[in-house]
């Protein structure tokens, strides 16, 4: 969507704020889907054709690479936030911008070379770290025998092609904000197909195993990472405002941009940690309470639910930019309706998972495994137990997404940091009393008591806002 569409939206018709929140959303959210998708055709051709052992090495590998996919969210939402708030500056009245200072289009530059160079630098740090440790993170998440060796398979292409995972996971976000939705759908669609077609021919044909399944995320990666560049130095790039355009002396790093992208996307670097920790904590007690059959069967569910954990997170990205550039304009009011639709629209679309989860359990489970009834009948204990809250989670993600968009990097970090925090308790009480039972009920029950924390939190913030403290916020933290 250009910039003239983002001005139409802050007259503030209802209309004109459904039609900008779709146009983002719905590219976001397809793509989103389209990733989410292709993980669980990784799923579905390891259950058939490598079993439960195989679904329980790559749900403990996936919190190890889950890391690094959010090292580049945090990187994309950060500095992606920064340039659509710097956008948003150019509409704020002649009054405001005297109090704000004209938007600077040498932040905008240094912010994409200061964005670009933390992905290099995690990424380097990143092969070192997973070289010399992540045979260890699969040990400490009770990896034995088969499903030890199936994870360590795995992980090993990925120790040279971080810096790939890490700018796959940014560039589209980047791509986004310079307002080329589409474009950034198509590279992440492109990605997907790609995988799937290469875990086909790596897993199916070459019976490679779950280091085909790793060669064949990482080949669509880095074919991600390499196309998204080029974007960048192409003439459809659209970082430039008015007649002005980004000069080259200005592309370097910057040691403030950095901390400030880092603490806005800090909130998505945690959401990401959040899943890699809870995964990896879940295989340990489903290893203690259980065995690889139980390991398995939450592999199945983790699929299920990150499909619309990622319908979720794509609401939520494709809300940033008009509510970033609705803070910098100083508009309080579309902001706020903003949030009011994506909030309907996120859980609406978590209850109506949920129910369908319900009603066709075998019919779903058995597209990743259908010989297994110990497996089926397990996965189906894991939906009734461990999703049913779900829609909760994902208004929580939306949250985080909130108050990054409007520039609170602090309270996003802090829900963030919470949503993880506050599972602990129950993780370790639950299975004492509840056994298998506890392990799956852990989560959901943690999301009731967030939701309650949150929901209020976000809804006073939003109805607090007024545009005097907007442009005062904007004018002390950008």
Request: with cysteine; hydrophobic share 50%.
């Amino acid at each position: 969507m250009q910039a003239e569409d983002l001005k139409l939206a802050s007259t503030q018709s209802s209309s004109n704020i459904n039609r900008t929140f779709w146009r983002y959303a719905i590219p976001s959210i397809a793509a989103m889907l389209v990733n989410g998708l292709y993980q669980i055709v990784d799923g579905i051709f390891i259950g058939q054709y490598i079993g439960h052992e195989g679904l329980a090495g790559i749900n403990m590998a996936w919190p190890i690479i889950y890391i690094f996919a959010g090292i580049g969210l945090m990187i994309g939402m950060g500095s992606g936030s920064l340039l659509s708030i710097n956008r948003g500056k150019d509409e704020l009245t002649p009054a405001d911008k005297q109090l704000q200072g004209s938007c600077n289009l040498a932040i905008i530059s240094r912010t994409l070379a200061t964005a670009l160079m933390l992905i290099v630098g995690f990424g380097l740090f990143g092969s070192w770290f997973l070289s010399n440790y992540g045979t260890d993170l699969l040990l400490m998440q009770g990896g034995i025998d088969n499903s030890l060796a199936h994870a360590d398979q795995y992980i090993t292409p990925f120790i040279w092609s971080v810096s790939f995972t890490i700018l796959a996971a940014a560039i589209p976000i980047l791509i986004r904000n310079d307002e080329s939705p589409n474009i950034a759908t198509g590279l992440m669609v492109m990605g997907a197909c790609l995988n799937i077609l290469l875990d086909y021919i790596f897993i199916v044909r070459l019976d490679m195993g779950l280091h085909g399944a790793a060669i064949a995320t990482v080949a669509a990666q880095v074919s991600v990472a390499t196309c998204g560049l080029i974007y960048f130095i192409s003439s459809m790039t659209q970082f430039k405002i008015g007649k002005l355009t980004i000069k080259a002396a200005n592309f370097r790093f910057d040691t403030q941009l950095a901390k400030q992208i880092m603490l806005l996307g800090a909130s998505s670097f945690v959401m990401y940690l959040y899943t890699s920790f809870v995964f990896a904590l879940h295989n340990r007690l489903f290893m203690e309470y259980g065995n690889s059959i139980t390991v398995g069967a939450f592999a199945i569910v983790g699929y299920l639910m990150v499909l619309y954990y990622f319908i979720a997170e794509g609401l939520g990205e494709g809300m940033q930019p008009p509510v970033s550039y609705f803070f910098g304009a100083n508009q309080p009011q579309n902001i706020k309706k903003m949030v009011i639709l994506a909030t309907k629209v996120t859980i609406s679309a978590g209850i109506a998972w949920v129910a369908i989860l319900n009603l066709f359990p075998n019919t779903i489970i058995e597209l990743f495994n259908s010989d297994d009834s110990l497996l089926l009948q397990e996965t189906i204990t894991g939906i009734q137990l461990h999703l049913f809250a779900m829609f909760l989670d994902g208004f929580i993600v939306l949250a985080i997404m909130y108050f990054m968009a409007v520039n609170q990097g602090g309270r996003s970090l802090g829900i963030s940091i919470g949503n993880m925090m506050i599972q602990l308790p129950f993780l370790y009480i639950l299975p004492k009393f509840l056994g298998l039972s506890g392990v799956w009920l852990a989560m959901p029950i943690s999301n009731v008591v967030m939701f309650l924390i949150v929901a209020p939190m976000v809804w006073h913030h939003i109805n607090a806002t007024k545009k005097g403290e907007t442009v005062e916020l904007l004018g002390s933290r950008v």
